[in-house]
Every structure is written in structure tokens, then in C-alpha cells.
């Protein structure tokens, strides 16, 4: 028999990556949330690789920590190897990846929560969710504990009715060996909303003391840290390092004599898996002409023996794993602690959502993370900090924050998810940005704290930090843009030791720093007078001097999408009706119901003619109102 168990502004589904930003957000925010967690060992898991960053993944995380979320601030107490990759490319593209600290992580997370205020962190497994008249009214948990609520977050992972898969073997349990969600799947279902199966996995883990490190290449981490968070001052410490091996023939072999017992060719795996992070298995069969493939094996934390064997995730039987694996150099006398596995799990089609990660046909109701379609713990944090705010947002009757395409990699994330959809796991990159340049990691605080700070998110030592940089930044840029450098000879000498052509006339040391061979670090000689300011704002005056020609054709060419992105469509369009639009568009436009012209341009199956016709009826029902509106007056 259920019984009342109280009231919440807000309550999040799981406490995953995604939970744990939903709730915080909204807690911080000033709703009464309530987290849900069906272990509370759960928390912050990362039962797969334990890092965070990557290439894009990085700035994920850095958007969030300027949004105010908490994954940033983590990771750099936690850490126990940080690397900043690409950094052979352009700064576009440089991406901070940090190796974690896995069950330090987890309790610094759970131990936050815990501490929030508006926030209750409990272990309950929600059963069923109850909606009247198309809005959210409550939850019910296994314990038949009915809760209220205005909103709901649903991130819920890879726990719906998830299934592990190991060789011929399959068995209902989540990841890590926890207990799966086997109930609000059909819950879900019968709210209408359609549920499909997508598959991830994760490698072997194992013991330390079986691994011989002298037949690999160390990797060791930077000298110097770069933190995740822009509020975090020196988080320099011991690391520990990371090793790099390779697979070959030997390896090959064993996967290609006993590929019929792996359930991704046996036909027992049906569900799709991650594009971007194959198995062993696939990556064998797949790229036949390559002779091996790397392997990284990663500490899972300093207080454990246990190693993660990156690269080799694996669903085949165990005594398979074990031999495949003990071919590769350095792992000739392994001991698996853990067996890879696959599992399977449910998941929404992401275009029944909106912008703002709210159901199109239930008030009240988002979803954020893994069960969205999405890989990786910084997609779902990513989701998770959105939906939370948005949540917030509705229980006080205000506008849901949008983050375009031009906002920053989130608002990709997002917009892909829900205009295009996914039919595999979505993993971020830096090719789905358009403004790459615009959207780098270092910036992130640059674009997003001033929102942040306006939905009541970002706190007043957080702000007060981000205006002081923004000042010093721009006083600096207005500072070298006066100052003068003339051809003297000290300065003819000095550029031509850097290679360089000396002046013919006088010109400021901004232009000077736009040459390629020079920038802001190099011509200090000539700047006698510079101020001290930290590396974060020297970097950002660099980057703004130097590609200042780049970010001006970017920022036109975002006024340009905004011009697009800020014409709205009615959700009420009947596209059926709208002559001259091919079948396949009057039906991909219907499900997705775009809020703007941007958003319907890029649904795929929409081409430019149909936009031609979309755009001609629109402007027709805007003559036919306008006109209306005057025979009333």
C-alpha cells in the first residue's frame, strides 16, 4: 500500500553523472530536490574508463564548471594524472583529460550531495512515474513511497532493464555488478513514450602486481597541471602514470579463431553499440590491414591494485578474455580481477524531446544522459546541468535556457540529440562544432558564466572571480592595442632574431603579435611596462590577438545563424497541410515540431527546396495575420 512521502520542486532519477548535475542545479537554484539513487554506492560511478575529459569531452566539462556545476571542481580533487591533448593543433582543439581518482571521485560527489542545501540524496528505486492531464504529478518507489512533484529528471543511465552479456551468457543486472531498473521501463511505456535497446561495454580490469611495465612505454602525466575548473587555484600533485602497449598477431588470432562465441557476430547481441569505442573483437575484424592496436592500462585509483585495460572492452566468454589477453606484451602473466562484459539497456529517441530536455507531449518531465542516447560521463553531465536548470526554471515559471549551437558544445550536444536524433551511442567531437574556434575549452567562462550567474546558478564568489578575469582581459587587449612599437634598432635586432621582418613604420604591438612567428609571450622584451597577470589571461589575450581575422568571419557567420535560429515556428503547424513539401519532410518536421527555422533546416531528411516552402507559407500566415489584426481595427 503506497503512502505519502512528501513533497519536491524537483526530483532526479538516478545519480549517475547526470543526476548528480540535475540535482545540484536545482537544488542550488533554490528547489526542493530530491535525488534518487538505487545504490547509494552508485554515486558518480564511472564504471567504465575512470577519467574525465578527452577530445571535446573537455569542453563539456569546462562549460559546465562555467555554468556552475560541479563535475570541473571534482576531477581537480581527484585526479591522479592530468594531460592536455592535441596540443600540436590549434587551440581550438586542445582538449584536458585527467585520470580519476574512481571511489575518491565518488565520495567527493556523494559527500557534495549530501551537504547541499535543498537537496535529499536517498537510495530508492523509482517503479513508476504518475502524470494526469499530460503533466507531471509524482513517483512511486519499490518501497511504495509516493512523492509529489512539479518536475521530473529522468537519468536513469544504463540501468532500464539492463542486461549484461559475457560470451553465451546474459543476465539482468546494471553495471558493476549492481542491481538493474527493471520496472520503470514499463512505466515509461505506458506514458507513450517508445523505448529501443542500445549496448556499451567496458574492458577487463586487473591486478597491478601481475603487469610487467618494462615491456611497455610509460605515459606519464604534465608537468604542468591545467585545472578543470576556473576557480581552482594551484592543484599540482604526485601522478601516477599510465602505460601503453600494443595487440598483434597473436592477439588477432585468438579473436578470429573464436569470433562465433562473441555475441556481436553470434546474432545474441541485437541492440546497437558506440560507434566511436568498439570492442577488441570489432576493431580485429573491422580494420583487418592493421597489425596491431594500441592498448593503454590506467590505475583506477591509488588505494587499489585494480588497472583498467583501455582499448580492449570485449564481449567475449571469459576463458577467451583471459587468453587473448595474456598475448599481449606485458600482460603474459595477468590476473583479471574483473571480466569485460557488454550490456544492453533501454533508451528514448532523443527527438521526442525539446530544447530544453523536456518531453514535447509531457509537462514537467525531462530527461537527461545515457537513457537520451548519448555516451560518456561529461554527455551526460552535460544534459544533466540543462535539465536541472530547466526544471528550476519551470517550478518558477520562467523561460527554459536554450544553449544554441553557437553558445558552446553543450548546446551541439543538445541540438544534435533532439533535431537529428541518434541511432548509436553519441559521442562528442570537435568536428560537430561549426564555431570551433569561438567554442574553445580556454573561453568557456568567457561564454557561459554571465548565463550562469543570471538563472541564479553561478554564486557571487564564482561571478565576482569571472569579472575580475574579464576585466583584466580586456584592459590588457585595449592596453597593447595603444602601445606603439617603432623600428628602433634594438627592435629590428630583436625581430630579426625571431625570424622576422623588421617595421617600416611604427604599428601596435597587437598587429606586431598577429605575425606567425611572434605572439603575446615572445615579444615581452619589447613591453616593458606589461603588467603581472596569470597564464589563463595571458593565454586569452594571445588567442584573441592572434586569430582576432579568424573569430571576426566566425562571429558573422554566427549573426547570420542566429538570424535563423531566432524566427520561431509554432508547435500547433499542421505540416500535412503546408503544399509542396515532400512526404519525408511534412513527417520528419511533424515529429520533430522545431522551435525555430534554424533547428528545421537541420533535421535530416528536410532539403533546401522544403525550407523554400516552409519559409513562403510561414510568411504567408504572418500577411494573413497581420491582415487580419488591421480589419479588426
Known amino acids: 500500500m503506497k503512502y505519502d512521502a512528501g513533497n519536491f520542486d524537483v526530483i532526479v532519477i538516478g545519480a549517475g553523472h547526470a543526476g548528480c548535475e540535475a540535482g545540484l542545479a536545482a537544488a542550488r537554484m533554490g528547489c526542493k530536490t530530491l535525488i534518487c539513487a538505487i545504490n547509494l554506492d552508485s554515486v558518480a560511478l564511472m564504471p567504465c574508463n575512470p577519467n574525465i575529459g578527452g577530445t571535446a569531452k573537455g569542453h563539456l566539462v569546462r562549460e559546465i564548471d562555467a555554468l556552475g556545476g560541479e563535475m570541473g571542481v571534482n576531477i581537480d580533487n581527484t585526479y591522479i594524472q592530468s594531460r592536455m591533448l592535441n596540443t600540436s593543433k590549434g587551440p581550438a582543439v586542445f582538449s584536458l583529460r585527467a585520470q580519476a581518482d574512481k571511489k575518491a571521485y565518488g565520495m567527493r560527489m556523494k559527500k557534495v550531495l549530501e551537504n547541499q542545501e535543498n537537496l535529499q540524496l536517498r537510495q530508492l528505486e523509482v517503479v513508476s512515474i504518475d502524470v494526469e492531464n499530460g503533466?507531471?504529478?509524482?513517483?512511486?518507489?519499490?518501497?511504495?513511497?509516493?512523492?509529489?512533484?512539479?518536475?521530473?529528471?529522468?537519468?536513469?543511465?544504463t540501468y532500464l532493464k539492463s542486461k549484461v552479456i559475457i560470451g553465451d551468457l546474459s543476465y539482468s543486472e546494471g553495471p558493476s555488478g549492481l542491481q538493474p531498473a527493471n520496472e520503470l521501463s514499463n512505466s515509461l511505456c505506458e506514458m507513450g513514450i517508445t523505448l529501443r535497446r542500445f549496448k556499451t561495454g567496458t574492458p577487463a580490469r586487473v591486478n597491478r602486481r601481475s603487469v610487467d611495465f618494462s615491456r611497455m612505454e610509460e605515459q606519464l602525466g604534465d608537468n604542468e597541471v591545467v585545472p578543470f575548473s576556473f576557480i581552482s587555484d594551484d592543484i599540482s600533485r604526485n601522478q601516477l602514470s599510465c602505460y601503453l602497449t600494443y595487440t598483434n598477431e597473436n592477439t588477432h588470432n585468438v579473436i578470429r579463431k573464436n569470433i562465433m562465441r562473441s555475441p556481436l557476430y553470434n546474432g545474441s547481441i541485437k541492440s546497437t553499440g558506440p560507434r566511436y569505442c568498439p570492442s577488441i573483437e570489432d576493431k580485429v575484424m573491422r580494420f583487418t590491414d592493421k597489425t596491431r592496436h594500441q592498448i593503454f592500462i590506467e590505475p583506477e585509483g591509488e588505494n587499489t591494485q585494480e588497472m583498467y585495460v583501455q582499448g580492449m572492452s570485449s564481449s567475449l566468454p571469459e576463458e577467451i578474455q583471459v587468453e587473448m589477453l595474456k598475448t599481449v606484451p606485458g600482460l603474459e602473466n595477468v590476473e583479471i580481477m574483473r571480466t569485460a562484459y557488454a550490456i544492453e539497456y533501454d533508451c528514448i529517441d532523443s527527438t521526442n524531446l525539446k530544447l530544453s530536455l523536456e518531453f514535447k507531449d509531457i509537462s514537467g518531465l525531462f530527461s537527461a544522459g545515457q537513457i537520451n542516447g548519448s555516451s560518456g560521463y561529461e554527455e551526460a553531465a552535460s544534459q544533466g546541468i540543462i535539465a536541472g536548470i530547466n526544471a528550476s526554471l519551470l517550478t518558477q515559471n520562467k523561460d527554459p535556457l536554450i544553449l544554441k549551437r553557437s553558445d558552446g558544445y553543450i548546446g551541439v550536444l543538445i541540438d544534435d540529440l533532439v533535431t537529428k536524433g541518434t541511432n548509436e551511442p553519441y559521442r562528442m567531437m570537435t568536428s560537430r562544432a561549426e564555431y570551433r574556434l569561438l567554442l574553445r575549452q580556454d573561453n568557456a567562462d568567457l561564454r557561459l558564466t554571465e548565463i550562469g550567474h543570471s538563472i541564479g546558478l553561478v554564486d557571487e564568489n564564482r561571478y565576482e572571480i569571472f569579472t575580475k578575469k574579464k576585466m583584466q582581459i580586456e584592459k590588457e587587449i585595449e592596453r597593447i592595442k595603444s602601445l606603439q612599437v617603432t623600428n628602433k634598432k634594438e627592435i629590428e635586432e630583436f625581430l630579426i632574431s625571431c625570424n622576422s621582418t623588421p617595421l617600416k613604420k611604427p604599428i601596435s604591438l597587437y598587429e606586431l603579435i598577429k605575425r606567425p612567428e611572434l605572439d603575446y609571450f615572445m615579444v615581452k622584451k619589447l613591453d616593458?611596462?606589461?603588467?603581472?597577470?596569470?597564464?589563463?589571461?595571458?593565454?586569452?589575450?594571445?588567442?584573441?590577438?592572434?586569430?582576432?581575422?579568424?573569430?571576426?568571419?566566425?562571429?558573422?557567420?554566427?549573426?547570420?545563424?542566429?538570424?535563423?535560429?531566432?524566427?520561431?515556428?509554432?508547435?500547433?503547424?499542421?505540416?500535412?497541410?503546408?503544399?509542396?513539401?515532400?512526404?519525408?519532410?511534412?513527417?520528419?518536421?511533424?515529429?520533430?515540431?522545431?522551435?525555430?527555422?534554424?533547428?528545421?533546416?537541420?533535421?535530416?531528411?528536410?532539403?533546401?527546396?522544403?525550407?523554400?516552402?516552409?519559409?513562403?507559407?510561414?510568411?504567408?500566415?504572418?500577411?494573413?495575420?497581420?491582415?487580419?489584426?488591421?480589419?479588426?481595427?
Open 135 to 157: 503533466k507531471i504529478k509524482g513517483i512511486l518507489t519499490k518501497n511504495d513511497a509516493y512523492f509529489t512533484t512539479k518536475a521530473i529528471v529522468i537519468a536513469s543511465g
Open 528 to 633: 616593458m611596462d606589461r603588467p603581472i597577470l596569470n597564464k589563463y589571461i595571458c593565454e586569452q589575450v594571445n588567442i584573441v590577438s592572434k586569430y582576432e581575422g579568424y573569430i571576426q568571419k566566425q562571429l558573422d557567420q554566427i549573426k547570420q545563424f542566429k538570424k535563423f535560429e531566432s524566427k520561431s515556428i509554432s508547435r500547433d503547424i499542421n505540416y500535412d497541410k503546408i503544399k509542396g513539401l515532400r512526404i519525408e519532410a511534412m513527417q520528419k518536421l511533424g515529429k520533430i515540431k522545431p522551435e525555430s527555422i534554424g533547428q528545421a533546416s537541420r533535421i535530416s531528411g528536410v532539403s533546401p527546396a522544403d525550407m523554400s516552402v516552409l519559409m513562403i507559407y510561414l510568411e504567408q500566415q504572418k500577411r494573413l495575420r497581420n491582415s487580419e489584426s488591421e480589419n479588426k481595427l
